[in-house]
Structure formats: C-alpha cells, structure tokens
C-alpha cells in the first residue's frame, strides 16, 4: 500500500541509511551501496561522496540515481526516489554536518579528525522525480 507523500516525505527526514543505485556500463547490475543522506520536505535529497570516488563517477555519468529508505518499527515501510542529480565541490560545514546527523556527539569528532585526511568531497543534490512507498505493516 502506497503512503501518502506528506509521510513519504517525513520518512526520508529521518536520519536512516539509504540504499543509494545508480546504473553501470557493460552490462553490468547497478552500483548498489549505502550511504548517508539529507532531505528537507519539497526539496532536495544530498549526500556527500568522494569526489573522485565511483559512486561520483558513476553519478556523472548517469546524470541521475535512486535512493531508497526503510525503517522497520512501527511497521515495515520504505520510500525510494529517483530523478536527476547536480553534482559540486563539498561546501564548508556539509561533511561536518552529515556526521553529526548520524553519529552521537564524541563519535562525531573522532569521525571528523579522521575526515580531514579524507580526498577531496563532493556534494550530489537529487531532485525527487518519482516515488515509491509501501507500508507493509498497513494490512
């Protein structure tokens, strides 16, 4: 059973991990790989990578990608977008930022002093397109 887009939207708000797919050459399946995400309701999802990366590689390639959400308590229920993606240089603050969103307070900074020997970031914003939710608990 589909959810409507309000809970849709509340659903990809939360800081879950995504299943992030983005499509291949040479026949091969999709790079299918999890990551961590933002989404402010009626915008944008974003996510930052490493700029030379695969999954960066591939995004600009592709010039789109789905991300797919789930959580499992109450019930089960995902939401999967999909739409074209922008692709820039990681501003000042945005890794900083998705690591206190996912990570408790001393974890962060002992992720953050680790991230500054990371590659140069990326930042890919994706412009939900089309939407896919279910609530399976909902029967």
Sequence with gaps: MGIPLEDRQELLTQPLIAALSVSRENGRAPLTVP????YTPGGEVWFVT???????RLLAAAGRCTLMVERVDPTVRYVSVEGPVRIADAAEGESEAMARRYLPPDA?????????????????RLSPENWLSADLGAF
């Design 35 to 38: 990551i961590w995400y933002d």
């Design 50 to 56: 490493g700029k030379d990366s695969l999954k960066a």
């Design 108 to 124: 962060a900074e002992a992720y953050l002093a680790e991230a500054a020997n990371f590659p140069p970031e990326a930042t890919v």
